[in-house]
């Protein structure tokens, strides 16, 4: 069954991204036909995670504007990393035409009149979305549902039982085995959040979080989920704040993992949400609104939020997905349980001051 519901009263997601769909109508108004050869000689550079998630998005949307004679290279770094290269290179031509964003990042990126408003009329597949992932200068293309990731078998042999809040990764049996996401990695806020609202704080006094990190003692601060599932897949880690994707991905190596979902005060669980950008300047805006359409599409959508194990937008996309064998038992799907997920309000996050305790106060062996 569709969720029509879904997210509807969650709009702090893309505060500061304005409000381009203060009503759940688009412009009548459509996107050319797509034709084959529309695109020849068009190079787009899509800014992406790398490993897995650049394959799947390469099979299920890059290839259907390949086929349009467009060549993508695809620019691997996270949102941060991309954010700094539309920031350098400031009074030059853009390395990227589009790319995946993050929330903590969008209002900086505006301010700095990095990326363009969208034209939604020129992106068809966006009045799938509801007008919660719909704003001027991004659109919410998936989400991740982020957690703790442990190894069951490790957690099994050592005793240890399914962990229910970040501070169970405080814990002398897990020594040396557990892994923390850096300050510029995208699963990094709702860990740290999640630690500040089990230390009695809120984002607004994220510094409460510090004396639990310490006491974790991180092995590892990871900054590429592609190295955290190598050291997983050795062994090397065993439990790590991260999202329900990559148990997905690593149980189809035979990694026995699963997720346990976290407590932000009367909320379960916390949603990530993936934005994508069109940057300013580009010229090739027609081919990044081709992508972005793609991208947006049912059947994409679903199969790469199947393969990725994130949650898709398009509401039917979701309603297929919650039936595949591999992610049903993974993610969560009901309109009552998303309703109910803890979304960051980064209005309330000091992010200088953050950056600045973060540097000096978090100790790393």
Do not use: C
């Not at 994409?300 to 064998?325: I, V, Y």
């Amino acid at each position: 069954m569709r969720n029509t519901s879904l997210f509807i009263p969650r709009r702090t997601v893309l505060r500061g991204l304005g409000t381009a769909a203060a009503v759940a109508t688009i412009p009548a108004l459509s996107a050319a036909p797509a034709r084959a050869g529309d695109f020849d000689g068009t190079t787009l550079r899509v800014g992406t995670w790398g490993g897995s998630w650049r394959d799947s998005l390469e099979k299920t949307v890059g290839t259907k504007i390949e086929s349009r004679g467009a060549k993508i290279e695809y620019v691997l770094d996270s949102p941060t990393g991309n954010a700094a290269k539309l920031i350098a290179a400031r009074g030059r031509a853009a390395p990227l035409d589009n790319m995946e964003g993050a929330p903590d990042l969008a209002p900086s990126l505006i301010e700095a009149k990095l990326i363009e408003k969208l034209d939604l009329s020129q992106i068809p597949n966006a009045k799938s979305l509801l007008p919660f992932a719909r704003g001027e200068y991004a659109v919410i293309t998936l989400a991740t549902l982020d957690g703790v990731v442990y190894n069951t078998a490790k957690y099994q042999e050592l005793g240890l039982p399914a962990p229910k809040s970040y501070r169970d990764l405080i814990n002398s049996k897990l020594s040396g085995r557990v892994a923390f996401p850096d300050i510029n990695h995208t699963q990094h806020w709702n860990a740290v959040v999640g630690l500040a609202y089990e230390a009695g704080g809120t984002e607004a006094t994220l510094t409460k979080a510090i004396d639990l990190i310490n006491q974790m003692k991180p092995a590892y601060f990871y900054g590429s989920s592609t190295d955290l599932a190598t050291k997983f897949g050795s062994g090397e880690i065993w439990a790590a704040p991260w999202h329900a994707g990559f148990v997905v991905r690593l149980k189809r190596t035979g990694l026995p993992v699963a997720i346990g979902y976290t407590h932000f005060g009367p909320k379960y669980a916390a949603l990530w949400p993936v934005l994508h950008h069109i940057v300013s300047g580009t010229k090739n805006t027609k081919a990044a609104e081709a992508f972005l359409d793609v991208y947006l599409s049912q059947d994409a959508q679903f199969e790469h939020s199947k393969f990725t194990g994130s949650l898709p937008m398009n509401p039917d996309a979701r309603s297929r997905l919650s039936t595949d064998p591999e992610n049903k038992d993974v993610l969560m799907f009901s309109d009552q349980e998303l309703n109910n997920a803890f979304l960051v309000d980064f209005a309330k996050v000091d992010l200088p001051k953050w950056r600045e305790a973060w540097a000096r106060d978090v100790k790393r062996t």
